[in-house]
């Protein structure tokens, strides 16, 4: 009988043994928890409630998903067994923290992740001795979570080497894919590609609505669009050339080289691609009038692109999803995203409209959905990844719908249309072939799409690259952290930013616009151009205060914010007033004075340089503020104005415009008119857009409308368009008129202003 009783007396204490590990581990998740709890009311007290929110995240996601205190702090109320968002208590979005609190937080949040490690440390000792091996490596790799170096885990997981740093096979893969995609797109970047206007082809789409147009061709691609961007159609041709040779990279299958199969019609104005769609009497016309931005009629993909941008945008994306040849709403929406941000950090085409916000309605979350800027994309997706629940399983992606796209289910995925094309795109052809077969049947069951992707895949699941997905965006080791490379916004906030602040509300005011609130959020990219600029001093002319290069410690993604960045170096807050007083004289710089839609910015101060983002946070202000808004402001005036200004002030881009009218060489160009339309698409109504300037006897002045096509922020803005005077204006009362179409009827700016 004692011989019977002995097993069940060993599985007695097992039981009890574990059970009271469990119990261990429960009280060390408790105690986790609570530590970042006490540290997100901290930075929601000093002010900034996005951080707060993501380390309340961290403590359901990674400690306990039932906390209670981060479920109430998140704004969440319990209905039942399941916590639903309070309506009567909506979750901040807006930064009112200073520099001054934002720094000492910064550092006991570093303090604290050590400590968080050091409790996770001595957990994976403890459950080694006790030969856990598999409870130990959780621990370890949660050291690796929050610290970025620790010999003793990096050892007991095995971890090979990946560049600087240590990882997993499957992290080595990421890393080394990552920085392959990443070397095409800067090498292709700088790649020129010979592209020539055709004249004689034939587009039936087009020529059936009796559009005017004009050709051009590379070596693969052909593209129609307006004759007045017959220059314009050329770049984006060479855009084109340079994103099939990064899809080259990034796809392990090959495209046989020779012309695309599909040509391009790229057209500004609504009106004229509304008027295509009708002349083709294209399927399910209404819905494509109301919705629709892009179409393939033929053997032709017409797009609506109302701005250069845009057109750039369109051509990338037709490559990357031609290329990948998915079919499927989520896959092929998501590819295209995906090239388009890794290229420009900017997205401002949706084939599919996104639901549209009304007025002052809108969240600032809603509003941050409708951002062209991919790195508020990516805190978006780091925001989602970090969802204990509600968010968005990849097993949806199969069934997404053009004609109902939610803004979540879009970030999704691209975010993992992003992550997947890093770890094996093979991976996506499988997931998008299961998706097309599913809705040939008819069938809308995620587990069904699981269950078909294991039988294809049967060395990985969908639920697992689901979590590889979250560890990635959520950077869940070194290597992860290293591949996004980005700036945590606790780093990204300045002591004195807040004075630069109010100085720059102040000038705002003078300028008649509403004041713009501050985000830690859009300050990371700041921080890092600043410290671009800093450490290369000799960098301050236009042109080299907006861009970056890698030979002297920039980024290619560092490059493109810096070109719409504004620049203040040296930065005295002494000269404040008269700082933005010259601004007037360069015209993007005016932009951020005068424009309404510029709703949230960033900024960062380093040393004596201080970096602006005005363009992430735009929205659409209150009905009050809404508009078009010209400068000098449509009225009689007295404002008085030098007649000129400097082209050394201005850069490269001034410089072109008198070259291109026979004044090469000169030292100034007249005082430039904008007219600012806000916004980051492009400028819709540039199609019936004039601009007539006179000058004291009611002479014409000879002058050149540029639009939002360039990439230097001292003469160019989103929205924005300039009447540059090839001339300095004659001294006395100068009169102008702006005319274009707006809402169907004829829309006039007139006013003047003195001419010193």
């Given at each position: 009988?004692?011989?019977?009783?002995?097993?069940?007396?060993?599985?007695?204490?097992?039981?009890?043994?574990?059970?009271?590990?469990?119990?261990?581990?429960?009280?060390?998740?408790?105690?986790?928890?609570?530590?970042?709890?006490?540290?997100?009311?901290?930075?929601?007290?000093?002010?900034?409630?996005?951080?707060?929110?993501?380390?309340?995240?961290?403590?359901?996601?990674?400690?306990?998903?039932?906390?209670?205190?981060?479920?109430?702090?998140?704004?969440?109320?319990?209905?039942?067994?399941?916590?639903?968002?309070?309506?009567?208590?909506?979750?901040?979005?807006?930064?009112?923290?200073?520099?001054?609190?934002?720094?000492?937080?910064?550092?006991?949040?570093?303090?604290l992740k050590k400590e968080l490690a050091n409790q996770h440390r001595q957990q994976a000792q403890k459950w080694s001795k006790a030969g856990r091996t598999?409870?130990?490596?959780?621990?370890?790799?949660?050291?690796?979570?929050?610290?970025?170096?620790?010999?003793?885990?990096?050892?007991?997981?095995?971890?090979?080497?990946?560049?600087?740093?240590?990882?997993?096979?499957?992290?080595?893969?990421?890393?080394?894919?990552?920085?392959?995609?990443?070397?095409?797109?800067?090498?292709?970047?700088?790649?020129?590609?010979?592209?020539?206007?055709?004249?004689?082809?034939?587009?039936?789409?087009?020529?059936?609505?009796?559009?005017?147009?004009?050709?051009?061709?590379?070596?693969?691609?052909?593209?129609?669009?307006?004759?007045?961007?017959?220059?314009?159609?050329?770049?984006?041709?060479?855009?084109?050339?340079?994103?099939?040779?990064?899809?080259?990279?990034?796809?392990?299958?090959?495209?046989?080289?020779?012309?695309?199969?599909?040509?391009?019609?790229?057209?500004?104005?609504?009106?004229?691609?509304?008027?295509?769609?009708?002349?083709?009497?294209?399927?399910?016309?209404?819905?494509?009038?109301?919705?629709?931005?892009?179409?393939?009629?033929?053997?032709?993909?017409?797009?609506?692109?109302?701005?250069?941008?845009?057109?750039?945008?369109?051509?990338?994306?037709?490559?990357?999803?031609?290329?990948?040849?998915?079919?499927?709403?989520?896959?092929?929406?998501?590819?295209?995203?995906?090239?388009?941000?890794?290229?420009?950090?900017?997205?401002?085409?949706?084939?599919?409209?996104?639901?549209?916000?009304?007025?002052?309605?809108?969240?600032?979350?809603?509003?941050?959905?409708?951002?062209?800027?991919?790195?508020?994309?990516?805190?978006?997706?780091?925001?989602?990844?970090?969802?204990?629940?509600?968010?968005?399983?990849?097993?949806?992606?199969?069934?997404?719908?053009?004609?109902?796209?939610?803004?979540?289910?879009?970030?999704?995925?691209?975010?993992?249309?992003?992550?997947?094309?890093?770890?094996?795109?093979?991976?996506?052809?499988?997931?998008?072939?299961?998706?097309?077969?599913?809705?040939?049947?008819?069938?809308?069951?995620?587990?069904?799409?699981?269950?078909?992707?294991?039988?294809?895949?049967?060395?990985?699941?969908?639920?697992?690259?689901?979590?590889?997905?979250?560890?990635?965006?959520?950077?869940?080791?070194?290597?992860?952290?290293?591949?996004?490379?980005?700036?945590?916004?606790?780093?990204?906030?300045?002591?004195?930013?807040?004075?630069?602040?109010?100085?720059?509300?102040?000038?705002?005011?003078?300028?008649?616009?509403?004041?713009?609130?501050?985000?830690?959020?859009?300050?990371?990219?700041?921080?890092?151009?600043?410290?671009?600029?800093?450490?290369?001093?000799?960098?301050?002319?236009?042109?080299?205060?907006?861009?970056?290069?890698?030979?002297?410690?920039?980024?290619?993604?560092?490059?493109?914010?810096?070109?719409?960045?504004?620049?203040?170096?040296?930065?005295?807050?002494?000269?404040?007033?008269?700082?933005?007083?010259?601004?007037?004289?360069?015209?993007?710089?005016?932009?951020?004075?005068?424009?309404?839609?510029?709703?949230?910015?960033?900024?960062?101060?380093?040393?004596d340089v201080l970096v602006l983002n005005v363009l992430s946070g735009v929205g659409t202000p209150s009905a009050a503020n809404a508009g078009i808004r010209?400068?000098?402001?449509?009225?009689?005036?007295?404002?008085?104005?030098?007649?000129?200004?400097?082209?050394?002030?201005?850069?490269?881009?001034?410089?072109?415009?008198?070259?291109?009218?026979?004044?090469?060489?000169?030292?100034?160009?007249?005082?430039?008119?904008?007219?600012?339309?806000?916004?980051?698409?492009?400028?819709?109504?540039?199609?019936?857009?004039?601009?007539?300037?006179?000058?004291?006897?009611?002479?014409?002045?000879?002058?050149?409308?540029?639009?939002?096509?360039?990439?230097?922020?001292?003469?160019?803005?989103?929205?924005?368009?300039?009447?540059?005077?090839?001339?300095?204006?004659?001294?006395?009362?100068?009169?102008?008129?702006?005319?274009?179409?707006?809402?169907?009827?004829?829309?006039?700016?007139?006013?003047?202003?003195?001419?010193?």
């Amino acid at each position: 009988m004692k011989h019977r009783l002995l097993p069940f007396g060993i599985s007695a204490l097992t039981l009890l043994a574990t059970a009271a590990a469990q119990n261990e581990e429960a009280e060390f998740n408790q105690r986790q928890a609570k530590a970042l709890n006490a540290f997100a009311k901290k930075a929601f007290d000093k002010g900034f409630p996005r951080i707060a929110k993501v380390v309340w995240m961290q403590v359901h996601k990674l400690y306990d998903i039932d906390n209670e205190e981060a479920w109430k702090a998140l704004g969440y109320v319990r209905i039942g067994n399941s916590w639903n968002p309070d309506p009567k208590r909506p979750y901040p979005t807006q930064d009112t923290g200073s520099g001054a609190e934002g720094q000492p937080l910064q550092r006991q949040y570093e303090a604290l992740k050590k400590e968080l490690a050091n409790q996770h440390r001595q957990q994976a000792q403890k459950w080694s001795k006790a030969g856990r091996t598999d409870r130990a490596n959780h621990h370890w790799s949660m050291v690796l979570r929050w610290v970025d170096d620790d010999a003793e885990a990096k050892k007991a997981l095995a971890h090979v080497e990946v560049g600087a740093l240590s990882g997993t096979d499957l992290e080595k893969t990421l890393y080394e894919r990552s920085k392959a995609i990443e070397k095409a797109i800067e090498e292709q970047s700088k790649t020129d590609y010979e592209v020539k206007r055709v004249d004689g082809l034939q587009c039936e789409p087009l020529d059936r609505a009796q559009v005017k147009y004009v050709s051009v061709q590379s070596e693969h691609f052909t593209l129609h669009g307006d004759p007045d961007q017959a220059d314009n159609l050329l770049t984006a041709l060479r855009w084109a050339e340079r994103a099939l040779q990064v899809c080259k990279v990034a796809f392990p299958w090959q495209y046989q080289d020779g012309k695309w199969p599909q040509e391009w019609a790229c057209l500004f104005a609504k009106e004229t691609y509304h008027q295509i769609l009708k002349a083709n009497q294209v399927p399910d016309l209404a819905w494509k009038l109301e919705h629709g931005a892009s179409d393939v009629i033929g053997n032709t993909e017409i797009t609506n692109t109302n701005g250069v941008q845009t057109l750039f945008d369109a051509c990338v994306r037709n490559v990357a999803q031609g290329y990948a040849g998915f079919r499927s709403t989520g896959f092929v929406e998501g590819i295209g995203h995906t090239f388009v941000g890794m290229m420009f950090n900017n997205n401002r085409l949706f084939a599919i409209d996104r639901k549209r916000q009304e007025g002052t309605s809108a969240s600032e979350e809603d509003r941050e959905f409708q951002s062209p800027d991919f790195d508020v994309w990516k805190n978006l997706s780091l925001e989602l990844a970090w969802k204990s629940s509600g968010g968005v399983p990849a097993n949806v992606l199969a069934f997404c719908d053009a004609s109902n796209f939610p803004n979540e289910e879009r970030i999704k995925a691209w975010s993992f249309s992003d992550y997947l094309m890093r770890r094996d795109p093979e991976l996506l052809r499988t997931l998008d072939q299961i998706a097309q077969e599913l809705k040939k049947q008819r069938i809308k069951q995620p587990a069904e799409f699981e269950r078909r992707f294991a039988e294809k895949h049967p060395e990985v699941s969908l639920p697992q690259l689901d979590k590889e997905w979250e560890d990635f965006w959520t950077g869940a080791s070194p290597v992860l952290k290293a591949i996004q490379n980005n700036t945590p916004p606790l780093a990204a906030i300045s002591k004195g930013v807040d004075k630069w602040l109010e100085a720059f509300n102040a000038a705002r005011k003078e300028y008649d616009a509403t004041p713009v609130k501050w985000s830690a959020n859009l300050s990371a990219r700041c921080k890092d151009h600043a410290e671009y600029l800093r450490k290369n001093k000799d960098l301050r002319d236009p042109a080299s205060t907006h861009t970056q290069t890698v030979d002297l410690g920039g980024s290619y993604n560092g490059s493109l914010f810096a070109q719409m960045a504004v620049v203040v170096a040296p930065a005295n807050l002494g000269n404040a007033k008269k700082m933005f007083e010259r601004w007037v004289y360069l015209p993007g710089y005016r932009d951020a004075l005068v424009n309404n839609t510029i709703l949230t910015v960033g900024a960062y101060l380093e040393g004596d340089v201080l970096v602006l983002n005005v363009l992430s946070g735009v929205g659409t202000p209150s009905a009050a503020n809404a508009g078009i808004r010209s400068y000098p402001k449509a009225h009689d005036a007295q404002d008085m104005f030098e007649g000129e200004v400097k082209v050394a002030d201005l850069g490269p881009e001034a410089e072109a415009i008198l070259r291109k009218h026979g004044r090469d060489g000169k030292k100034v160009i007249g005082f430039p008119l904008t007219l600012h339309s806000g916004g980051t698409g492009g400028v819709g109504i540039r199609g019936s857009l004039t601009c007539t300037v006179t000058g004291p006897k009611g002479d014409k002045i000879e002058g050149v409308l540029v639009f939002d096509e360039g990439q230097i922020r001292t003469t160019t803005a989103p929205g924005m368009v300039t009447f540059w005077p090839l001339d300095p204006l004659p001294k006395g009362k100068i009169s102008f008129v702006w005319s274009w179409m707006g809402n169907g009827t004829q829309q006039v700016a007139r006013g003047s202003f003195f001419a010193k």
